[in-house]
């Protein structure tokens, strides 16, 4: 082969390898890599022991490192290329081959954290590994302290529970003074249930020197709001400053003007003052009680005859104790003088002391209004016409009332009124009484047409001319009906009576009993003392009463028709005594019995101890068999007076009588198993 030849050979070759080499370097040629394991080294990775990473060839491993390992007991040091951890492993090494790296480990350290809570409760010391952050115990307690917080040296440069703990320390507890706040209502215990009152804010305790805010509180009743009138510390009159920094124990109280005036005018009152306030308005306001209220002076009545009290004053179930008057004005009492218009419910007075006046009561002087459901309770003396429990003198309507004070007057006095005209109804009294004139346990006088029904006296009366436990003197058309009388009379005088002293003038005594114990003079009755041209119907007697002269069951002296009544008390007389009438003058004892025991020292009779021309009709006894029907008998008619054996039933007497009481409208009714009351009466 010539030169020529093996040159062009070459060429061709060369051009080849060329071609080759160009279209080699289109193929992708694959990316080399390290594959770098991580070993725990005695740690783990949640029970995994090792962690392979693979990452190219020549480049850093810490973008994509583990999360470090745990060991328990130990701290982690860090990554390192022999497995006793003395070589630690260079961050920006490149890395040209596979490659194991292992973890460093140290032994923890532990410290004791200790507590001193300077006298406050005891916490027990924290053990904290080396690094570790401390666990914030439970504030410590301390009496009369606030807890502030934990110091390293009790200075009030507060620890950071986010420091990591490397060595022994000990926390002292840093306190501040306590002071406490109690708010309170000035307000009476006694105040109404009705009342709307804010909750009363809780107590607070704070750091001595810092300040509080004002709490918002209110006080209504019914829709109407009492002015707030500030907190006030206890018995001051200076408001509280909220401003101020607090440097002892306090408790502010709240208060509110102590009265407020409804969107119709009336006062709604809680206290004296408030009270007073309505009091100088005079009688032209009606005013409401929303708790009990005390007088510090005396008292200056509301109304009188020239301009009486109109309006209505609702007790609403408070008292007002510590009624004092006195001086000669007319009329004394919490109202002076109630006018047809007004209206006094709901109220009790208590520790009444009036004297003076000729008209006393401790409601009021004299009502011309209406008085329901109040009470009195006191003394009320030296009146000079009429004195009364709750009136002096009643022309209107006193309901449901009540009174339990000891009265004294020279003229007329009662229980409840002293004088009345008008209507008084389901009353109670009880205290003493006693009079020159007329005495009774509910009214002195009930006049010119005054009803007094179902009420009761239960006290004592002690003197007076005409005594009765209802009423002194019912006359001139008034009524006594379905009363009782349980107390006690002891009048050494004429006309005395369980129900009246004296009952005249077509006036009438109904429905009633007696079942006190009565002593007077003479004209002694278990019902009436004298029944002068009045009448009697349908009462009994089963108390004890003894007289100088003459005393009946029913009517010392009657003078007017008895009827359908009934005696099963004692009646003990010196002279002339009767089981119904101690001596009957000219009228009619008709459908009348008598189961008591009757003794006197010259006429004595079952029925009537004399009989002075007048008629008895139907009428029966049992058990004094040595008696009989009349001690003596002036009338022209024989008497129709029977005895019942004593073994004998009561159902023949009972028939006569009720055929006796034909035209009228009470009969009688078995009273089976009562020997003393046999016979009871009932409306037909």
């Known amino acids: 082969m010539t030169g020529n030849s093996k040159h062009k050979l070459i060429s061709i070759l060369l051009s080849c390898f060329i071609v080759f080499l160009i279209a080699g370097c289109d193929s992708s040629i694959p990316e080399a890599k ?11 990775w949640t029970d ?16 994509s490192r583990p999360e470090v390992p ?9 990554w390192f290329s022999d497995k006793a951890a003395t070589k630690p492993y260079d961050p920006n090494s490149i890395v040209s081959s596979d490659t194991v790296l292992y973890a460093g480990w140290s032994r923890h350290s532990v410290y004791r954290v200790e507590f001193d809570t300077d006298g406050g409760s005891t916490l027990a010391p924290q053990l904290v590994s080396s690094g570790n952050r401390l666990i914030r115990p439970d504030d410590p307690e301390k009496e009369g302290y606030i807890f502030y917080g934990w110091s390293l040296d009790g200075s009030d440069i507060l620890f950071d529970f986010e420091t990591p703990i490397r060595s022994n320390i000990t926390l002292h507890a840093v306190w501040k003074e306590a002071r406490n706040i109690a708010f309170a209502y000035d307000l009476p215990s006694s105040l ?20 509080i805010e004002s709490p918002a509180v209110s006080l209504s009743y019914n829709g109407t709001s009492f002015r707030f009138l500030g907190w006030f510390e206890k018995d001051s009159n200076e408001p509280f400053d909220f401003s101020s920094a607090i440097d002892r124990d306090i408790t502010p109280y709240a208060k509110w003007e102590e009265y407020a005036i409804s969107g119709t005018g009336e006062y709604i009152v809680y206290s004296e003052s408030g009270l007073l306030k309505w009091a100088d308005e005079g009688s032209g306001k009606s005013c409401t009680l929303i708790a009990d209220i005390k007088l510090s002076a005396d008292w200056i ?12 004053f609702d007790g609403n179930n408070h008292k007002i104790s510590v009624l ?8 004394h009492g919490f109202f002076g003088f109630v006018g047809s218009s007004g209206i006094v419910k709901n109220l009790t007075i ?8 000729d008209s006393a009561g401790g409601i009021a002087g004299e009502n011309l209004g209406r008085i329901e459901n109040c009470h009195t309770y006191g003394t009320i003396q030296e009146t000079g ?4 429990g709750i009136a002096g003198r009643n022309r209107g309507t006193i309901a449901n009332c009540s009174s339990d004070a000891d009265l004294k007057s020279f003229g007329d006095a009662g229980g409840i009124s002293g004088v009345n005209y008008g209507i008084l109804d389901a009353c109670s009294a009880s205290g003493t009484i006693s009079g020159e004139y007329a005495i009774g346990g509910v009214s002195g006088l009930n006049l010119d047409g005054g009803s007094i029904s179902s009420a009761l006296f239960s006290g004592q009366i002690a003197d007076g001319y005409y005594a009765g436990g209802i009423a002194g003197c019912n006359d001139t058309g008034s009524t006594i009906s379905e009363c009782s009388f349980t107390g006690r009379i002891n009048d050494m005088d004429w006309y005395i009576g369980g129900i009246a002293g004296l009952n005249s003038q077509s006036s009438v005594i109904e429905k009633c009993s007696s079942s006190g114990e009565i002593i007077g003079i003479s004209e002694t009755g278990g019902i009436v003392g004298h029944n002068y041209a009045g009448f009697i119907y349908a009462s009994s007697f089963s108390g004890t009463l003894s007289s100088e002269t003459i005393g009946g069951g029913i009517a010392g002296i009657s003078m007017g028709p008895v009827e359908a009544c009934y005696f099963s008390g004692t009646v003990e007389c010196n002279d002339i005594a009767g089981g119904i009438v101690g001596t009957n003058q000219f009228y009619k004892i008709t459908a009348c019995y008598s189961t008591g025991k009757i003794s006197g020292n010259t006429t004595v009779g079952s029925i009537a101890g004399q009989n002075e021309r007048g008629t008895i009709t139907a009428c029966y006894w049992q058990n004094e068999s040595t008696l009989s029907g009349t001690g003596l008998n002036h009338s022209e008619t024989p008497v129709d007076i029977h005895r019942v054996p004593d073994e004998a039933t009561w159902e023949e007497a009972m028939t006569d009588m009720n055929r006796a009481l034909s035209d009228s409208k009470y009969a009688y009714s078995s009273n089976t198993g009562d020997a003393k009351m046999p016979l009871i009466i009932l409306n037909k």
């Open 34 to 44: 390290c594959s770098i394991t991580f070993n725990a080294n005695g740690g783990s």
């Open 48 to 63: 995994v022991t090792e962690v392979v990473i693979e990452v190219p060839q020549g480049s850093l491993i810490w973008g």
């Open 70 to 78: 745990k060991r328990s007991g130990f701290n982690f040091c860090g």
């Open 192 to 211: 109404d249930g009705n009342v709307e009152l804010s909750a009363l804010p809780s107590p607070e305790t704070i750091e001595d020197g810092k300040t």
């Open 301 to 312: 009545p509301i109304g009188s005859e020239e301009a009486p009290y109109n309006t209505i």
């Open 324 to 331: 004092r008057i006195s001086g000669d004005e007319d009329y």
């Open 350 to 357: 208590t520790e009444i002391e009036i004297y003076g006046s």
């Open 385 to 388: 016409i009429a004195g009364g």
